[in-house]
């Protein structure tokens, strides 16, 4: 991968080129980003004729991304879909606080102090819900949570080994769309497979399931 700039109404606007096995190039706009794949040896002026063309497609979608977090002094993290101001104060401490809108870090490793605090919260929150569904909805053993850095999916379950994880990314999102998580893995325990019989386990416990997971498919991760 190879990355460019070109100027946009008067914008300098950066892109990455992956040189591929492939006959005629392809633009996308993914997390903010114009990613162009092309085939071998396309020349760059090539590529930004068709970058021009396209200027008023692609712009309005760079404009629409707006990140989950920017993990910098004076940046903010989404915490359940509302915005918190990142004001670091560096004692080397791998702690942070909430304090109404602003998130004080204490260390210098920015983004690791943050996503520590951001694991916690939202394990709390994991235990809570799942102990509330295992109590009314599901008649299971309580399961070992873990959550991770996923590219691409939301959770997993590992029914052979009353496991399941989330994905760290969850924190960001509205609660009603963490819930829908929750269940689908959960229900994972008397589906493996996504059946309809599967899906008839979800809407049992969360009728509205199907607007939940549309809504959730729309977010890219
Ligand atoms: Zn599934």
């Given at each position: 991968m190879k990355s460019y700039q070109i100027m946009f109404n008067q914008e300098l606007i950066s892109y990455d080129v992956y040189f591929k096995n492939m006959k005629s190039i392809r633009i996308r706009v993914k997390e903010g980003r114009i990613q162009v794949s092309a085939p071998y040896y396309t020349p760059i002026s090539f590529i930004e004729e068709n970058l021009y063309k396209y200027q008023d497609k692609l712009l309005p979608q760079l404009k629409k991304y707006v990140p989950?977090?920017?993990?910098?002094?004076?940046g903010y993290v989404m915490i359940y879909e509302k915005k918190y101001t990142l004001s670091v104060r560096d004692v080397q401490i791998m702690k942070c606080q909430i304090h109404e809108d602003v998130l004080y870090v204490y260390h210098s490793r920015i983004q690791d102090c943050v996503e520590m605090y951001l694991k916690k919260i939202l394990m709390d929150y994991l235990q809570e819900k799942i102990i509330e569904y295992l109590a009314y909805d599901f008649d299971l053993d309580m399961p070992l949570i873990e959550i991770k850095k996923y590219k691409g999916r939301w959770g997993s379950c590992f029914y052979k080994d009353n496991k399941v994880t989330f994905n760290l990314?969850?924190?960001?999102?509205p609660k009603d769309l963490i819930d829908y998580v929750i269940v689908h893995e959960l229900a994972h325990f008397l589906q493996?497979?996504?059946s309809h019989l599967f899906y008839q386990e979800i809407e049992k416990r969360m009728p509205d399931y199907k607007q939940r997971q549309k809504r959730l498919k729309e977010i890219h991760i």
């Open positions: 989950y977090a920017i993990y910098q002094n004076q990314s969850l924190i960001h999102l493996a497979n996504h």
